[in-house]
């Protein structure tokens, strides 16, 4: 399981993106890397940024079912980017009849999907309709 927190950042008129990716292997030893250093032409909008995302996502072959997480800050790009296109963890407690007191916690994931589709005639075969999903997401305090 991976953790990305991704970054979007300006410097003299030009936006960046950059994504890490951090792992804790068997022996409970952390891993990080740099996935994404990389020019984010254009205005910083969630639908851009989860198209970026997904790209980079691609590109090293991390579907989401191996994403644990994507933690950012509290920024409204991010945080409309996640709301829209991302994954909700959602924690049910279970109690068993053997034992009343032992309670089991099971994650169930719960799809948003978007449906992206060729706004021109959708009657051509060549059109195609595809999903997006991102992991779940976590923000952090920043200040």
């Given at each position: ?109 719960v799809f948003n999907p978007i449906i992206l589709s ?26």
């Amino acid at each position: 399981m991976y953790v990305l927190p991704p970054t979007l950042w300006s410097s003299k008129s030009r936006s960046f993106i950059g994504v890490t990716c951090h792992w804790l292997d068997k022996d409970l030893k952390r891993h990080s890397v740099a996935l994404a250093c990389q020019r984010f032409a254009g205005i910083h909008s969630y639908d851009r940024i989860a198209e970026t995302l997904e790209d980079i996502h691609k590109k090293y072959n991390l579907d989401t079912t191996k994403l644990l997480a994507t933690v950012t800050d509290n920024g409204f790009n991010f945080v409309k980017c996640f709301k829209e296109f991302g994954l909700n963890i959602v924690n049910k407690k279970h109690s068993t009849e053997e034992d009343s007191d032992f309670e089991e916690k099971e994650d169930e994931v719960v799809f948003n999907p978007i449906i992206l589709s060729d706004s021109e005639s959708t009657l051509d075969s060549s059109n195609f309709t595809q999903e997006r999903y991102l992991p779940q997401h976590i923000r952090c305090a920043s200040p």
